[in-house]
C-alpha cells in the first residue's frame, strides 16, 4: 500500500469518525478490520513480521452490571500473520545465505472476552485454534499480493516451516495504578502470558493512556464504547495516545523453531531469543459509531539468528459499532 493510499484511508476514517460523534443511538456489535505491515514504517521491503490482516467481531454481554464487573464484551477473531527472513528478493541463493529465520505463515480463529470491573482492573482472555505451515496460505497471500500491485518477486517459501495444528490460550491483566484516576489519564500495571504448542510466553510492563479519553468502560481501546448512551459520555469525541512497553520471556516460538508437536519440523529453523522487549505507542480516535486507532510497535528480535536487533511495524485498526 502506498504512503499516498495510507494517508487518504485513515483521512476518510477520522472524517467518519467526527460525522458520527454525535450519534443518539446505543450500540451493542462491533466490527473491527486489523492490518499490521513493516511497511508502514515506510521502509518498502518485507522482512521478520511482514503482515497481519484481522476481523474482529465484538458483541455487549446480556448480563447487568454487578458489584465486581461493569461490562463484559465478548469477541471472535479471525486472521492470519506472515513472517519472512530478512533478505528475501533477488535469487534463492542470496536468501539462502543470508536466511536468518523460516518463512512461516500463521492462520487461526479465537474466541475471547474482556471484563471491565468498578476498579478500573480489566481482564481479557482467549482461546485460539490454528494452522501453522503451507496450510496456512501464506506463500499465496504473500505472493499473489505482490504480483497484483508488481513488487518485487519473494524468494524462499519453499523453505517455510512445516504444517501443524495449533492450540493456544491467553490471558492479559491490566491493573490499576490510579483508583482515582484523573480525568485524562490512566495507568495500568500488566501481566500477560501465553500457553500453548504455537506460543509460549510472558510478558509484564505497564500501559499509559492520556487525552481526551472515556472512563475504562467505555473507552474506545477496550472496545468499550459499546452500550455507551450519550449521557454517559465525557468528550463527543475520544482522542488519546498510549504507551506500552512490556519485557517477555519466551519459552517457545513455532513460526521461528517450527512446529512443537513434530520432528520434522521444515528445512530451515532458528535459535529462539528467549529474552526480548516490546514497545507499543499510538493514538485512538472514536466517535460514537466509528474508532480509529494507528499503533507501531518496536519489537526486539524474536530468533537469536536474526540479523537485525529490533524490527518495527506499524498498525491501522477501523471499527463501526451498529445495533
Known amino acids: 500500500m502506498s504512503i499516498k493510499a495510507i494517508f487518504i484511508f485513515c483521512l476518510f476514517l477520522f472524517t467518519s469518525a467526527l460525522l458520527y460523534a454525535q450519534d443518539s443511538s446505543v450500540y451493542n456489535k462491533e466490527l473491527s478490520i486489523i492490518t499490521e505491515n513493516d511497511n508502514y514504517n515506510f521502509t518498502l521491503k ?3 513480521y511482514s503482515n497481519g490482516f484481522f476481523i474482529r467481531f465484538n458483541w455487549l454481554s446480556n448480563n ?3 458489584d465486581r464487573v461493569l461490562k463484559t464484551i465478548h469477541r471472535t477473531e479471525a486472521g492470519q500473520m506472515i513472517f519472512n527472513p530478512y533478505y528475501n528478493r533477488r535469487s534463492l541463493d542470496t536468501v539462502l545465505k543470508t536466511l536468518d529465520r523460516p518463512f512461516a505463515g500463521w492462520l487461526y480463529a479465537s474466541y475471547g472476552q474482556t471484563k471491565i470491573y468498578r476498579n478500573n482492573d480489566v481482564l481479557q482472555f482467549d482461546a485460539v485454534i490454528g494452522i501453522l505451515g503451507p496450510a496456512a496460505l501464506g506463500k499465496q497471500i504473500q505472493m499473489g499480493y505482490h504480483k497484483l500491485v508488481m513488487l518485487y518477486k519473494i524468494y524462499g517459501w519453499e523453505y517455510q516451516l512445516q ?3 495449533g492450540i493456544n490460550a491467553s490471558v492479559q491483566y491490566y491493573r490499576s495504578l490510579l483508583h482515582n484516576q484523573p480525568a485524562h489519564v490512566s ?4 501481566g500477560k502470558a501465553i500457553v500453548g504448542n504455537t506460543f509460549t510466553n510472558a510478558s509484564a510492563g505497564f500501559l499509559l493512556k ?5 472512563a475504562e468502560e467505555h473507552t474506545a481501546y477496550w472496545s468499550g464504547r459499546m452500550g455507551q ?14 504507551l506500552e512497553p512490556v519485557l517477555m520471556v519466551q519459552a517457545y516460538n513455532a513460526t521461528v523453531q517450527g512446529g512443537l508437536l513434530r520432528s520434522d519440523k521444515g528445512l530451515y529453523t ?3 531469543n528467549p529474552f526480548l522487549y516490546l514497545i507499543k505507542t499510538g493514538a485512538v480516535i472514536s466517535g460514537k459509531k466509528t474508532s480509529l486507532s494507528i499503533v507501531y510497535t518496536f519489537k526486539q528480535r524474536e530468533a537469536a539468528s536474526m540479523i537485525k536487533k529490533m524490527e518495527v511495524f506499524g498498525a491501522f485498526a477501523v471499527a463501526v459499532r451498529f445495533r
Not at 187 to 190: G, I, R
Not at 210 to 214: Q, T
Not at 229 to 242: D, L, V
Request: hydrophobic share 35%.
Open 46 to 48: 518485507d522482512r521478520y
Open 64 to 66: 447487568p452490571a454487578n
Open 163 to 165: 504444517n501443524e495444528v
Open 187 to 190: 495507568l495500568h500495571a500488566v
Open 210 to 214: 492520556a487525552g481526551l479519553k472515556e
Open 229 to 242: 448512551a450519550n449521557e454517559k459520555g465525557q468528550h463527543k469525541t475520544e482522542a488519546f495516545i498510549f
Open 270 to 272: 532458528s535459535p529462539l
